[in-house]
């Protein structure tokens, strides 16, 4: 007898997926007009462009050679002064507008940008494309936080130095602790420094949102100022992100147009409070939110993490948006790992890899389990299901395997689970005891059964012992849930068979409760 599932505790709205398109993809459709529009153009544009950008790099060298000259950027590294910051702030800072303006761009300055001393820290979104680097033309060549291996790259090396950046080193494994302390202390010098100026995002979006920003630009507890960025062009020839047009591409639509727009917005001097001095989250957040209303975008929880999950996903030949997940905020309510999310994806993959748009229909689910559809699957399908659509998708999979299954891999869940087929009680799940419960209880075939029972058996004996039960339900979480599933359904139609007064005498809430806390995420907001 099936039953309807009361659920007596509305499961968290903050675990569902949010009404945010993807913001790691580039969707720009070129229709023919436009593709003939950038080929007529471009014939005369890109060749002259180039000549141009070529002739002002030829002049920028050696100025960016001459002003780093004998200027450390290890050690005791002291900031440029004198004759080395002008040629910075003035000459390269001029350079660097005649470069962006050979390539056709036209810069709108909106608000006022206020020194060192009163916001040691720019903070800069949505960081989109290659081309925003024209944020810190247009700031003043303030310092930047940069891999140290962009400083070996031909010419713009030598660019790079002169904004004294933040190094990051990947083979340094403090390098993050490292990167932070000099944040922290240039941000301190009360303007003996230039300004920080940080894309707290982390990577490049579509604009479509603002995702969660990254906390070293709010650590230090100083006034940051919010600088906002728009390319307002009915052609998007700069969105450079995970999944649409590559760089070259990108580069040489935005050479073939007649010019190409950027308006870049200082928004006033975010001060700090007490209590976001000590929570940089919370300060992020605030900061965050001043800059999504200033551009009329909402605000997601996804990170620079989803981002690589929606690249792993393409890997194993998922749609990418499969890998798409919150994880910030799913990793921090549930305590999860990023290799622990990659591996469930890893398991995602080998059920949906052949479904369209990388969704788990209950036959799928049965498939992989190798059981048919019955009542007790459909239950535990239903509490994977978390919209209530009859499919899965990755978030709601990482979700149900944390929450619901593996909570119930209990050593008493699964010792109980383990009696439900011992019926000799003699601490051995024999083949035939195996076959009867699934096939009276789930009604399991015997060929699917049979493969299902060597995959238990890890030593082949012939039995399953406990330990070799409870080392398949820890990396098979699903099963210990569907027959901890199949036994809530079985005191759930005894409960039913009693009239309503007796069913009250039986604890029926309690039992209600028992159900629903299966589905309730267990965690606070």
């Known amino acids: 007898m099936s039953h309807q599932r009361v659920f007596a505790l509305p499961r968290q709205q903050s675990l569902l997926?949010?009404?945010?398109?993807n913001p790691f993809v580039q969707e720009t459709k070129l229709t023919k007009a436009d593709i003939a529009k950038c080929l007529l153009l471009g014939v005369f544009l890109v060749p002259i462009r180039a000549v141009l950008l070529s002739l002002v790099l030829v002049v920028?060298?050696?100025v960016a050679v001459i002003t780093t000259f004998m200027h450390p950027l290890k050690g005791a590294v002291e900031p440029m002064t004198g004759w080395r910051r002008f040629m910075c702030r003035r000459v390269m800072a001029a350079l660097g507008r005649a470069y962006y303006f050979c390539m056709g761009f036209r810069v709108v300055v909106k608000g006022k940008q206020v020194g060192s001393t009163e916001a040691p820290i720019l903070a800069v979104a949505p960081h989109s494309t290659f081309f925003d680097g024209i944020v810190c033309i247009v700031a003043g060549l303030p310092s930047t936080v940069s891999?140290?291996?962009?400083?070996?790259t031909p010419i713009f090396g030598r660019f790079i130095r002169c904004l004294q950046p933040v190094l990051v080193s990947r083979q340094d494994p403090d390098s993050r602790k490292n990167t932070i302390r000099e944040i922290d202390s240039r941000a301190k010098s009360g303007g003996h420094w230039p300004q920080v100026l940080i894309f707290p995002e982390g990577t490049c979006t579509n604009r479509s949102c603002l995702i969660t920003f990254k906390q070293g630009a709010f650590i230090p507890g100083v006034p940051v100022q919010p600088v906002i960025m728009r390319y307002p062009n009915k052609l998007d020839t700069v969105t450079w992100t995970w999944q649409g047009f590559s760089a070259k591409t990108l580069l040489i639509l935005t050479l073939s147009q007649l010019y190409t727009t950027v308006e870049i917005e200082f928004l006033p001097p975010q001060i700090p409070t007490e209590e976001e001095k000590k929570n940089a989250a919370l300060f992020a957040c605030t900061v965050r939110n001043i800059m999504a209303q200033a551009l009329g975008v909402p605000v997601t929880d996804h990170t620079y993490e989803d981002c690589r999950l929606m690249i792993s996903a393409g890997e194993l030949t998922l749609p990418m948006e499969a890998g798409l997940v919150e994880?910030?905020?799913?990793?921090?309510?549930?305590n999860l790992k990023w290799d622990s999310v990659k591996r469930e994806l890893e398991g995602f993959a080998a059920m949906a890899s052949s479904c369209k748009g990388g969704r788990i229909t209950i036959e799928e689910f049965a498939g992989f389990l190798k059981l048919p559809v019955n009542p007790a699957l459909e239950q535990l399908f239903a509490l994977f299901d978390r919209n209530g659509?009859?499919?899965?998708?990755?978030?709601?999979?990482?979700?149900?395997?944390?929450?619901?299954?593996?909570?119930?891999?209990?050593?008493?869940v699964l010792r109980?689970?383990?009696?439900?087929?011992?019926?000799d009680e003699d601490e051995k799940i024999t083949r035939e005891e195996f076959t009867a419960l699934l096939h009276s209880a789930l009604g399991v075939s015997d060929l699917n059964m049979t493969k299902l029972f060597k995959e238990i058996d890890a030593d082949c004996s012939g039995f399953v012992t406990f330990p070799e039960?409870?080392?398949?339900?820890?990396t098979h979480p699903e099963y210990a849930k569907l027959f901890t599933t199949y036994l809530e359904l079985q005191r759930y139609q005894a409960l039913q068979q009693v009239g309503q007064d007796d069913l009250e005498n039986a604890n029926y809430f309690?039992?209600?409760?028992?159900?629903?806390d299966s589905t309730s995420d267990k965690k606070d907001d």
């Not at 994880?327 to 549930?334: H, I, M, Q």
């Not at 039960?469 to 820890?474: D, K, N, T």
């Open 147 to 152: 891999r140290l291996e962009n400083l070996a």
């Open 469 to 474: 039960f409870q080392a398949f339900a820890i």
């Open 17 to 21: 997926l949010p009404a945010v398109i």
């Open 510 to 516: 309690g039992l209600e409760n028992t159900l629903e």
């Open 416 to 423: 109980m689970a383990f009696q439900l087929f011992d019926i």
């Open 60 to 62: 920028t060298w050696p």
């Open 389 to 412: 659509d009859g499919t899965i998708d990755f978030r709601e999979y990482v979700i149900g395997v944390n929450i619901l299954c593996r909570p119930a891999n209990t050593e008493e």
């Open 327 to 334: 994880f910030t905020k799913v990793s921090r309510k549930l």
